[in-house]
């Protein structure tokens, strides 16, 4: 295995303007991604996820930091750089005057693929793409599926060795979410080293082999979605809604078999209502003790759920807040 | 280069599909003042003879800045817009310098055609009055037209990357009519001497250096400036625009 994307103390502050302050968008992130690996950025909006998949292609300049792509230093050979990778961004930026088919025969252009290579891997990938029927379509009558998927498309044309995608399942219904992922894994299969971001828990989990776990523009965690979940204190997730008059963590924290509480950051929970999740080790008894401790302070629990561990607790567990959307 | 000429070749590939609307857009009016100033009026007698060979190359300019203009600024606005069909671009293995040159010479190549398609179509509206001092020297034309187109695209990635859509509006009542009544279009810029040093003023108008060149090269019977001035303002204003448009244009496409 060898390095194929190597960022290292990559910082981007946004120089601020008259009324507003700069911001420290990323603070100081260093991976290394290796050739062939599906690697995850996640985390909230605002964490830096898009800054830094900006800097890696170029569209966003580094305040401070290397970024290297196959070899190539980004800042320095820009153009050399940009041959190498591929980008899927988050806002579908289609050329709108074009047809689905010339979307992707001038993209290979723009690459200098020569004319019989580019109408050959455009039909390929149009096929592959399962877009072969509406290649004579504008990319702005198609659904959000197929013009992910064309993005896709357009994105191989120039055969990169590394696939970057920001937010690819945005807006996309379940359907052509499930589409998307089969897609990306069956590139990834192929040898294509693939670089998303995401803030769905769930599909970094499922998809990537290794994911940052990312907030206020630094990694928190790096590591393989299980190593992570392994990581977390306590073998279940606990998660209880309840009304108490005192705080109960105390109480709970001392029953056995419960590893550590974590008061969840709730936004708006009406009438006082509060969120706890506790990491526990699943033993007979454990559900009739943690209810008992909290009828004990006086408080009252309003529903209880126990779960497997999800990518999302390791975030929640990092940062004390849900992820939203 | 292979990026570069492929990127135009799509931008005139678009553009050629549009013509129709691009033609409309930036033939009616002058193909309209040409009628009314050029041929009602002057059977009116109300429009002396010599105002339509006036008129005839400053129109040209106009033509030229108003497609110079169109063809930069829509182009640019889609780019620019929440889709930033512009990333694709600056994606592609070219420099931002390449990407900018490409919009100015395909805005150019939109100017110099729409310039050339007005001169044959003001002529031959004219042509029924009679007595229309118009000779074209087309080895001067020629090169002066380019230049033009150039100056007019420059401008359009100058306002363009500086001002927000929405203001487009703006742009038309503020900038390009002021424009077009001191552009020297409709006189010649030799005869504002009555205006004694005043006439100095018109310089800071890039449209007056096009509407002289223009004349220079299809009316030379009437006075024109010195060719030193005008090369020097067709330069001078290409040179100051496309600095400013292109860095501009960095400042809103890299962040």
């Known amino acids: 295995?060898?390095?194929?994307?190597?960022?290292?103390?990559?910082?981007?502050?946004?120089?601020?303007?008259?009324?507003?302050?700069?911001?420290?968008?990323?603070?100081?992130?260093?991976?290394?991604?290796?050739?062939?690996?599906?690697?995850?950025?996640?985390?909230?909006?605002?964490?830096?996820?898009?800054?830094?998949?900006?800097?890696?292609?170029?569209?966003?300049r580094p305040t401070g930091g290397r970024i290297v792509v196959d070899g190539l230093d980004v800042v320095r050979h820009p153009a050399e750089a940009k041959r190498r990778i591929a980008v899927v961004p988050q806002t579908r930026n289609l050329d709108r005057d074009l047809t689905v088919r010339e979307v992707l025969t001038f993209h290979g252009a723009y690459f200098g693929l020569p004319r019989a290579e580019r109408e050959a891997r455009a039909d390929r990938l149009l096929a592959q793409m399962q877009l072969t029927d509406r290649a004579a379509a504008k990319p702005l009558t198609l659904s959000g599926g197929l013009q992910q998927r064309l993005l896709i498309a357009r994105a191989l044309m120039h055969d990169p060795k590394v696939l970057l995608l920001d937010e690819p399942t945005i807006g996309l219904d379940p359907q052509a979410r499930r589409l998307l992922w089969d897609t990306l894994q069956g590139l990834h299969r192929q040898g294509l080293t693939v670089i998303m971001t995401t803030h769905y828990m769930e599909e970094a989990d499922r998809l990537c082999q290794r994911v940052a776990i990312i907030d206020h523009g630094k990694i928190l965690t790096l590591d393989t979605p299980a190593a992570l979940k392994d990581g977390l204190p306590g073998g279940q997730i606990l998660d209880l809604l309840l009304r108490a008059p005192e705080p109960v963590e105390p109480r709970l924290t001392a029953l056995p078999g419960v590893s550590r509480v974590e008061r969840v950051a709730d936004n708006g929970d009406a009438d006082g209502e509060e969120r706890l999740r506790l990491f526990v080790d699943p033993a007979d008894g454990l559900l009739d003790r943690v209810l008992h401790a909290v009828r004990d302070a006086g408080g009252d629990v309003r529903h209880v759920s126990l779960n497997a561990p999800s990518l999302e607790d390791v975030y929640i567990h990092l940062t004390g807040k849900e992820l939203r959307d | 280069m292979t990026t570069f000429l492929a990127i135009l070749r799509r931008d005139l590939l678009v553009s050629f599909r549009n013509s129709p609307l691009l033609l409309m857009a930036t033939l009616t009016q002058p193909v309209l003042v040409v009628l009314v100033f050029g041929n009602i009026l002057p059977r009116l007698n109300l429009v002396a003879d010599e105002f339509r060979a006036v008129m005839v190359p400053g129109l040209m300019s106009i033509t030229m800045l108003m497609a110079g203009v169109q063809g930069v600024l829509m182009p640019l606005a889609a780019d620019l817009s929440g889709s930033r069909e512009v990333d694709e671009r600056l994606l592609a293995p070219i420099s931002l310098p390449g990407v900018v040159a490409e919009k100015v010479v395909a805005g150019a190549i939109h100017a110099s055609l729409a310039g050339l398609l007005a001169l044959p179509a003001m002529i031959a509206l004219m042509h029924r009055v009679g007595g229309l001092e118009v000779s074209p020297r087309w080895s001067v034309l020629l090169p002066m037209v380019v230049l033009s187109g150039l100056l007019s695209a420059a401008f359009g990635l100058t306002?363009?990357?500086?001002?927000?859509?929405?203001?487009?509006?703006?742009?038309?009542?503020?900038?390009?009519?002021?424009?077009?009544?001191?552009?020297?279009?409709?006189?010649?810029?030799?005869?504002?001497?009555?205006?004694?040093?005043?006439?100095?003023?018109?310089?800071?108008?890039?449209?007056?250096?096009?509407?002289?060149?223009?004349?220079?090269?299809?009316?030379?019977?009437?006075?024109?400036?010195?060719?030193?001035?005008?090369?020097?303002?067709?330069?001078?204003?290409?040179?100051?625009?496309?600095?400013?448009?292109?860095?501009?244009?960095?400042?809103?496409?890299?962040?």
């Open chain 1, 1 to 60: 295995m060898s390095a194929v994307l190597t960022v290292e103390d990559l910082v981007k502050v946004y120089p601020g303007r008259r009324k507003t302050p700069p911001v420290e968008a990323v603070r100081g992130i260093s991976f290394v991604v290796e050739s062939g690996e599906f690697f995850g950025l996640l985390g909230p909006n605002g964490a830096g996820k898009s800054t830094t998949l900006g800097c890696i292609t170029t569209l966003v």
């Open chain 2, 159 to 255: 306002i363009g990357s500086n001002i927000q859509p929405r203001f487009s509006g703006l742009l038309f009542a503020v900038i390009l009519g002021p424009m077009m009544l001191f552009g020297c279009a409709y006189y010649p810029w030799a005869s504002l001497e009555v205006l004694g040093p005043v006439r100095y003023v018109f310089l800071v108008n890039p449209l007056v250096f096009m509407s002289e060149a223009m004349r220079m090269a299809v009316t030379p019977d009437i006075p024109h400036m010195p060719l030193g001035l005008l090369l020097g303002g067709l330069a001078f204003f290409g040179a100051v625009f496309g600095t400013l448009g292109a860095r501009s244009f960095a400042r809103r496409t890299i962040l």
